[in-house]
């Protein structure tokens, strides 16, 4: 080993071109955009001279963990170093910042990740530094390496040559052998925020003389996720695509293919007006865009979750603001929306994602999500109830469910009331609930127990609410459906129901069941009064036989006996 000697040739990751991001690279400190902490700690361990001989840098792509790296080294190696200032002037910072340092060597773990790569890299840490006062070795991807690599170079790590660092830099902390973790200084760096990507954005269009207005650097900035690498490759991308013109957020658009901000308004809006056919509008203009229906999927539930978060905050957040018009609507959009609307929207798009991966159709998956958001009478879910439930207490109307037919003696004697008579009504939280709204709710009460017990969702299907008061609902059944009453007045059946009431209408009601009189089969078909109760064997029995169905056996209850 001798000082100067050349270091055997390794294979290391260079950059195919000098890309906007490589040309703007922040080069001292002072350039970087965000992670605070991480520069505080830096710039004090550089002056101080105590820089430590291993760092771990995680964090999330392009948010500047290899720029970092290669500051550090600036820091170490300057011709006026150690400083926190590197002049960028001098031989070494000009080789660092080209990538041609003999003293800083990058390393790629994806692909260089065996056992002999790593004891090639440790033979080469025995030399010293060629022209620098420093060695820097950058390990990008690191979690890449295997544990028998990771294992070789162990050693090397714990006890390096005097002036030797090693940054290692990684997405995936976790994979990271807690072996080395222990012997780094690890710094997590945060995803930018919008604004801050935007900054960025703007100050690499000013140095490259690059004409783009305020809402494309915003649907850029939105749109790069947090990486200052995307967000610079776009522009340099929308450069080849505008040529000398301005870029304008409709070239963003099409560079991208993504959904255009006004078209995700209106389809949020019709979602708050209740208006399904103006979401199934919405759906149509958003697929006429040519756009893939994935994409405007994830844009629509990118949008649902900003509403949902003005929504909860009462503010943007500083991370989702864009400019200040974007964010105003999105505020007064926020308040448009009833207190489940976001979340039960979230729900429908994920699902919708889901299916979409598991092969469904993507835009079938659009319209149904934002038809079933705009009408929760058409979802079944319990998301969907409570969303019925706000709109009652709002005071908006909502067409009663058509799909299960009510039977025809209730009915009856609804309509033989009085016309003077004031409908029988009950408070519903601040509001007052009539026996209509009550009968309104009624099938999604039904539709409640039958989540939990098929057999009396069935009985209640035959009921039908007939009179409400403040502490007692009657329930009425058909003069034929005796049996059905009967059992739905067992006690269990009976607290299920008033259960279910509860959870529906937020009050609790004491149960009244009454067979319709009227009808000539009456006497013919209800059971006699002082019948036994069946027993759980004979009920099923009777349901097989007079619904056609199948009994499915538990092997495991079967087994307890």
Request: include cysteine; charge should be negative; hydrophobic fraction near 45%.
């Amino acid at each position: 080993m001798f000082a100067g000697a050349r270091p055997p040739r390794l294979k290391t990751s260079v950059s195919a071109g000098p890309s906007l991001y490589r040309r703007h690279r922040p080069r001292t400190f002072a350039d970087v955009v965000g992670q605070e902490h991480v520069v505080r700690t830096l710039s004090h361990a550089v002056a101080r001279d105590q820089v430590h001989h291993a760092y771990l840098f995680v964090g999330s792509r392009g948010t500047g963990k290899t720029s970092m790296a290669k500051i550090l080294a600036a820091c170490l190696n300057c011709v006026e170093g150690p400083t926190v200032s590197p002049c960028g002037r001098c031989e070494a910072c000009v080789a660092i910042a080209s990538a041609t340092s003999l003293d800083v060597i990058e390393m790629d773990a994806a692909s260089n990740n065996s056992v002999d790569d790593i004891r090639e890299l440790r033979d080469t840490v025995a030399y010293a530094p060629v022209s620098g006062r420093h060695k820097v070795y950058i390990l990008d991807e690191a979690h890449m390496l295997s544990t028998q690599a990771w294992n070789a170079f162990l050693k090397t790590l714990e006890e390096p040559p005097p002036r030797t660092v090693f940054v290692l830099a990684t997405t995936e902390a976790q994979k990271v052998l807690p072996t080395v973790v222990d012997r780094c200084h690890r710094f997590d760096f945060g995803r930018p925020t919008a604004a801050q990507v935007a900054t960025v954005v703007r100050r690499v269009a000013a140095a490259e003389t690059i004409k783009i207005d305020d809402g494309a650097v915003g649907l850029i900035a939105r749109h790069a996720t947090g990486s200052f690498r995307d967000a610079l490759g776009t522009l340099e991308q929308l450069v080849t695509y505008a040529g000398d013109a301005e870029i304008t957020a409709e070239d963003v658009l099409a560079v991208l293919g993504v959904a255009d901000g006004e078209q995700l308004f209106a389809a949020v809006d019709a979602v708050a007006a209740r208006d399904p056919a103006g979401a199934l509008r919405a759906a149509a203009a958003l697929a006429a865009t040519g756009r893939d229906p994935g994409q405007m999927l994830r844009d629509l539930e990118a949008h649902a979750r900003e509403l949902l978060t003005a929504q909860v905050l009462g503010e943007v957040a500083p991370e989702l603001q864009l400019t200040p018009e974007h964010d105003q609507r999105l505020l007064e959009q926020a308040g448009t929306l009833a207190p489940s609307d976001a979340v039960r929207l979230l729900d429908l798009l994920a699902a919708a994602l889901q299916a979409s991966a598991g092969g469904a159709q993507p835009r079938v998956q659009l319209e149904l999500a934002l038809v079933r958001a705009a009408a929760p009478e058409m979802d079944p879910s319990m998301r969907a109830l409570l969303a019925r439930i706000e709109d009652l207490e709002r005071g908006r109307r909502q067409p009663q469910r058509q799909d299960v037919p009510r039977p025809p003696a209730p009915v009856t004697a609804l309509r033989d009331q009085s016309p003077t008579t004031e409908p029988d009504r009950v408070a519903l939280g601040r509001d007052e609930m009539t026996l209509a709204d009550m009968q309104r709710l009624w099938p999604a009460v039904v539709d409640l127990v039958k989540g939990a017990n098929a057999m009396l969702g069935v009985l209640l299907d035959s009921a039908s609410p007939t009179s409400l008061s403040d502490r007692e609902l009657i329930l009425s059944f058909p003069a034929e459906a005796a049996f059905y009453k009967r059992k739905a007045e067992q006690d269990d059946y009976r607290r299920s129901t008033a259960e279910a009431v509860r959870n529906v209408t937020g009050r609790t009601l004491s149960l009244s069941f009454e067979l319709a009189e009227g009808s000539p089969q009456a006497e013919a078909t209800a059971l006699p009064a002082a019948a036994p109760a069946l027993s759980g064997d004979e009920l099923v029995a009777r349901l097989v036989a007079d619904f056609d169905a199948e009994e499915i056996v538990d092997h495991d209850q079967e087994g307890e006996h």
